[in-house]
């Protein structure tokens, strides 16, 4: 990759809490405007760096886009904290929004968003709270939310449980050890039934986010030194989230859950408060949330707003792989780049 600028400038979202953003950019100025890079939850913006041959941001920033990316309250550099999608929709993304258009002079945005950063960010959209943003990439999961049979029982069944007597979970406990008896019942039952790799984190974040083996990533997408690097990226996650997404997968689409009165109670109640453009990604093998939910959501999507939302699936991906994998610059980046490029 060129020499690039890099710099991180800390933003408060609109109920205090301190989260930041990272700006990469060439050393001329970008040919191109901003685009904001929305990570999932537990992780934090470097999941979109990976050393995986060439990651997005260097295509991005290689293709003259101002690239920003945002480390919201789900970020493990943000301290721990029980944050909901509600919160994330309407105090983190409006805030970052407006935080780069100031810093760049930018009347208007373009995002691309993984998972939770997906389905809060979609909630500022479909709300109105982010009218600076033109087009929208969604991978994963947005406005329906469907996951994998085992996935779900999971969910109705283990979480609500598991909530009470942990309040979160945390990968890292496949590396460091788990702290005190029920999550070392957790690690013995994940070190039981995963052997699909050596690496205690991956297993960790299989089990915490679905139940694939592996669960956010199919292993022959991987090079090694991502698989490895991987085991830096995943931190705590409050299951405050877990019980809100419970709550979407029973309705099958998204909520809110906290009353809020700047978002709606249901998001496909209404039409979409929104002017972009949304193109929606999927694994087709994605174990976490089920490719049929970007199908859904991009046909709810242009009935409400015909000829301005795409969709793409890619066949030999799953959930994060669509970012972290090998190939991912041949053969998933270039469709990102083209629809970031596309008139909204």
């Known amino acids: 990759m060129s020499e690039v600028v890099e710099r991180k400038l800390g ?35 470097n999941i979109f760096r990976a050393p995986s041959g060439r990651n997005l941001v260097e295509m991005l920033v290689e293709g003259g886009w101002d690239v920003w990316l945002e480390n919201w309250r789900a970020s493990i550099e943000v301290p721990h904290n029980h944050w909901t999608l509600d919160q994330a929709a309407v105090y983190d993304h409006p805030r970052a929004v407006e935080v780069v258009c100031e810093q760049t002079g930018a009347e208007e945005i373009k995002a691309v968003i993984h998972c939770q950063g997906s389905t809060s960010f979609m909630m500022s959209a479909l709300a109105g709270l982010v009218p600076q943003v033109s087009t929208i ?19 109705r069944y283990m ?54 083996h592996p669960t956010l990533w199919l292993h022959r997408n991987l090079n090694e030194a991502t698989h490895e690097w991987l085991s830096d990226e995943f931190g705590a996650v409050p299951l405050t989230f877990f019980t809100q997404m ?9 909520v809110s859950v906290e ?24 694994g087709a093998r994605n174990n976490c949330f089920r490719a049929e939910s970007q199908r859904i959501s991009h046909e709810w999507y242009d009935q409400h707003a015909p000829g301005r ?36």
């Not at 990272?22 to 934090?44: Q, S, Y």
């Not at 991978?139 to 969910?155: E, F, G, M, R």
């Not at 249901?266 to 453009?277: E, L, V």
């Open 246 to 254: 419970l709550r979407c997968v029973r309705a099958g689409h998204l």
């Open 259 to 282: 009353g809020n009165p700047r978002l709606p109670a249901d998001f496909t109640a209404q039409p979409p408060a929104t002017g972009a453009r949304v193109v929606f990604l999927a």
């Open 159 to 212: 979480i609500p449980e598991t909530a009470k007597l942990l309040g979160y979970l945390d990968p890292q406990w496949g590396r460091t050890g788990a702290p005190w008896v029920v999550p070392k019942l957790v690690d013995a039952w994940i070190r039981l039934v995963h052997h699909e790799c050596h690496n205690g984190v991956c297993k960790w974040a299989s089990y915490t986010y679905g139940a694939g």
């Open 137 to 155: 990439v969604s991978n994963a999961v947005s406005i329906h939310t469907l996951v994998p049979p085992l996935a779900d029982a999971k969910l």
């Open 11 to 45: 933003f408060l979202t609109g109920d205090d809490v301190n989260c930041n953003l990272i700006n990469v950019r060439g050393r001329l100025d970008p040919a191109k405007g901003p685009v904001l890079l929305v990570h999932g939850a537990g992780v934090r913006g």
């Open 309 to 344: 939302s795409a969709l793409h699936v890619f066949d030999d991906y799953g959930h994060l792989d669509v970012f972290m994998g090998k190939d991912a610059a041949a053969d998933v980046f270039p469709t990102i780049l083209a629809e970031l490029g596309a008139p909204a």
